[in-house]
C-alpha cells in the first residue's frame, strides 16, 4: 500500500506540472490565475482523502471500501480505456491528412 501512495502521489505531481504548462499555453492564463487552480484542485483532492479515509472508517469498514474502490477503479479505468483506443487509431490517421480533410472527416 505505500507503495501504491508513493507512486499515486508522483503521478500526480508530474499531471500538475504538466497541467501549468497547459493551462498557460492553451487557455492562456497567467501564470498567478493557473497556479491558483492547480492549488484548489491539489488542495481539493487532498482534502477528499481525509473524508474518504473518515466515512471508511466511521461507517463502511476498511476492507469492503477497499474491495469497492478496487473494483470501481478497475471498471473506470478499463472503460477509459475502451473508449481512448479508437480515438488514438482515429488519431493516428488523421494526422497524416492535411486540416481541410481532417475537419471532412469529423464532419462525416
Given at each position: ?19 501549468l504548462v497547459y493551462l498557460t499555453t492553451v487557455f492562456n492564463l497567467e501564470n498567478i490565475t493557473a ?74
Amino acid at each position: 500500500m505505500a507503495g501504491n501512495e508513493i507512486f499515486e502521489k508522483l503521478g500526480a505531481i508530474g499531471t500538475l506540472s504538466n497541467l501549468l504548462v497547459y493551462l498557460t499555453t492553451v487557455f492562456n492564463l497567467e501564470n498567478i490565475t493557473a497556479t491558483n487552480i492547480i492549488n484548489i484542485f491539489n488542495g481539493s483532492t487532498n482534502f477528499a482523502t481525509l473524508l474518504g479515509a473518515f466515512l471508511s472508517d466511521a461507517f463502511f469498514g476498511r476492507y469492503k471500501i477497499l474491495a469497492f474502490c478496487t473494483v470501481a477503479s478497475f471498471v473506470v479505468n478499463f472503460c477509459c480505456l475502451q473508449h481512448s483506443i479508437p480515438f488514438y487509431l482515429f488519431m493516428k490517421n488523421t494526422t497524416k491528412l492535411g486540416i481541410s480533410e481532417f475537419i471532412r472527416k469529423i464532419k462525416q
